[in-house]
């Protein structure tokens, strides 16, 4: 029922920074997690980021720590994905979801996906 659109992925250089967004067609109830996951051809999806429905705490993959930023904006039911130093291997589709608990498990609702590309 919920509908999840994201946007900004892109064609980008190693090093370089994207920012992509997530936006919901309705409200999302506080006791479901937000987040986002990607999936590069070949490979099995990975849970790169989720903030927590419980206390709004955030877990990033060790791949991408300290150079992503998860974010919410629920006034405007709009997440986003800030990436920074982006390295070819986090070319991918991404994906924003949003799951019922306090952490993302990737059972809920799910976007279409945004390709994000880095070269080299």
């Known amino acids: 029922e919920v509908q999840l659109v994201e946007s900004g992925g892109g064609l980008v250089q190693a090093g370089g920074s994207l920012r992509l967004s997530c936006a919901s067609s309705a409200f999302t109830f506080d006791d479901y997690a937000a987040g986002w996951f990607r999936q590069a051809p070949g490979k099995e999806r990975e849970l790169v980021s989720c903030i927590s429905s419980g206390d709004g705490s955030t877990y990033y993959a060790d791949s991408v720590k300290g150079r992503f930023t998860i974010s919410s904006d629920n006034a405007k039911n709009t997440k986003y994905l800030q990436m920074n130093s982006l390295k070819p291997e986090d070319t991918a589709v991404y994906y924003c979801?949003?799951?019922?608990?306090?952490?993302?498990?990737?059972?809920?609702?799910w976007g279409q996906g945004t390709q994000v590309t880095v070269s080299s």
């Open positions: 979801a949003i799951d019922l608990g306090s952490w993302c498990h990737g059972r809920g609702s």
